[in-house]
C-alpha cells in the first residue's frame, strides 16, 4: 500500500489537521502516516485551548522512520506554527523524498488580506524554500500574494483588489497563479474565490494552474468559513497525486465532497470551529477511486 506522510497538528475538536487529514486519505486507498507537529485539545479558533508543541520531538520520530528505511511516496504539510516547525518540514523533505515523491504543500500564512499571528518573514521564506520543492501547492489568494511580494506588498495589492470589478479581479487571480507557477516551478491550486454571481447566488472558486494551462472549478458558496475545509481539500488532492490522479480531476472530487459537508452544517447550524458534516460523505470517495 502507498504511503503519505503528513506533518500536521493533531487537534481533538474542530475537524481539520490530522483528524481531517487522516480519514480522506485512508478511505481513498493511500495510507497516512502522521508526523505531528503539536497536539491540542481543541483547533485554535476556540476561546481556550491546550497546545503541547512537538517541534523538540519530531526529530526522534525522524530518527525511528529513518531506521525503518522509510521513503514515502507523498508527503504533505500543512499549518506550521513558526519557522522552527517550518525547518523540520525542510529537514524531512531533505531526508525522506526521493526524485518521484509526491509533494504537496499547503503554506497556510493568511486569508483575506491578512496574515495570521504566527506569520513572520521568517516562515515565509522558509514556506517558499517548500514550495519549491513541491508537486502542487495550495495557497489561497492572500497566501499567494505573500509567497511572491511578501506581508508590505502583499497589503498594498489587497487594497488594488478591493477596488477592482469582478472581471478585473478574475484576471488578477489568473496573473497571480501564472506567476506563482513559473516562479517557483509547480502546480499551483488557488482556493477560495469569490466568483461573480449566477442567477441569484454566489459561486467560490478554485484556480488551478498546470504546464501554462488555467482551468476554473467553482461550486455554489454557502455559509461562512468553516475549520478544516482546507485540510480536507488538500488531503484529496495529495491522495490523488500519490494515486496518479489529474489535479483538475482531484480538484473536482475535493469540490463535490466538500460542497455536502458544507451544506449538512449550515443546516444543522454548526458553528464553523466545529468543521463541517464530511464523516457521511467519506464512503463517496472510496466509491469513486
Known amino acids: 500500500m502507498k504511503k503519505i506522510a503528513v506533518l500536521n497538528d493533531l487537534s481533538g475538536m474542530g475537524k481539520c489537521s490530522l483528524t ?3 480519514p480522506v486519505i485512508s478511505v481513498m486507498g493511500i495510507q497516512a502516516c502522521p508526523l505531528p507537529t503539536a497536539v491540542l485539545s ?5 476561546p481556550s485551548y491546550y497546545c503541547d508543541d512537538y517541534t523538540d520531538r519530531m526529530d526522534a520520530i525522524m530518527e525511528e522512520w529513518k531506521k525503518m528505511d522509510f521513503y514515502p511516496d507523498g508527503i504533505y504539510t500543512g499549518f506550521l506554527a513558526d519557522a522552527r516547525q517550518a525547518d523540520k518540514a525542510v529537514e524531512f523533505i531533505e531526508q525522506f523524498a526521493k526524485e518521484d515523491t509526491k509533494i504537496l504543500i499547503d503554506p497556510v500564512m493568511g486569508d483575506n488580506g491578512e496574515e495570521y499571528p504566527i506569520y513572520t518573514e521568517a516562515l515565509c521564506e522558509k514556506m517558499r524554500f517548500l514550495v519549491r520543492r513541491a508537486t502542487v501547492i495550495t495557497p489561497n489568494l492572500t497566501e499567494a500574494l505573500l509567497l511572491l511580494y511578501g506581508a508590505q506588498r502583499a497589503h498594498v495589492l489587497w487594497k488594488e483588489l478591493s477596488l477592482m470589478d469582478e472581471e478585473r479581479l478574475l484576471k488578477f487571480t489568473e496573473s497571480t497563479g501564472k506567476e506563482l507557477s ?3 516551478d509547480t502546480e499551483v491550486v488557488i482556493t477560495g474565490i469569490d466568483l461573480p454571481a449566477r442567477e441569484n447566488h454566489q459561486e467560490i472558486g478554485n484556480l488551478i494552474c498546470k504546464d501554462g494551462v488555467q482551468t476554473w472549478v467553482s461550486t455554489v458558496k454557502e455559509g461562512g468559513s468553516y475549520s478544516g ?3 480536507l481539500f488538500a488531503s484529496v488532492l495529495s491522495a490523488g497525486m500519490v494515486k496518479g490522479m489529474d489535479t483538475v480531476d482531484s480538484v473536482r472530487k475535493a469540490v ?3 460542497s455536502k459537508g458544507i451544506h449538512d452544517a449550515v443546516l444543522e447550524g454548526t458553528d464553523r ?6 464523516e457521511r460523505y467519506l464512503s463517496e470517495l472510496a466509491a469513486e477511486n
Open 20 to 22: 481531517a487529514a487522516i
Open 42 to 46: 481543541a483547533q485554535t479558533g476556540f
Open 182 to 184: 513559473k516562479e517557483f
Open 229 to 231: 475545509t482546507g485540510d
Open 256 to 258: 463535490k465532497f466538500l
Open 273 to 278: 470551529n466545529e468543521g463541517i458534516c464530511f
